[in-house]
């Protein structure tokens, strides 16, 4: 089961190679995103751990911060970065 991410991770990467196009380039055509102009995704911050499996009585899975009025990446990782801190 170990070995699948790293196959997986190769055999993307010999395709991109393949294309002769840089690897975001290649799983955009993959997705069918033709566009020339890509966006990187919004960052989503794992603040606060509940569940089962968290070692506490916390009644939630998990509480995330997306900061999705940012107007960049840089700026979403800033926001996140504070409200964690």
Do not use: R
């Amino acid at each position: 089961m170990t070995a699948v991410l790293g196959v997986s991770l190769a055999a993307a990467k010999a395709g991109a190679a393949a294309n002769k196009l840089p690897l975001y380039a290649h799983f955009a055509k993959l997705a069918g995103n033709d566009q020339k102009k890509y966006t990187m995704p919004v960052p989503c911050f794992n603040v606060i751990n509940g569940g089962s499996h968290a070692g506490n009585k916390l009644a939630f899975q998990e509480y995330f911060v997306i900061p999705t009025g940012a107007t960049s990446f840089a700026e979403a990782m800033q926001i996140g970065c504070e409200v964690y801190h």
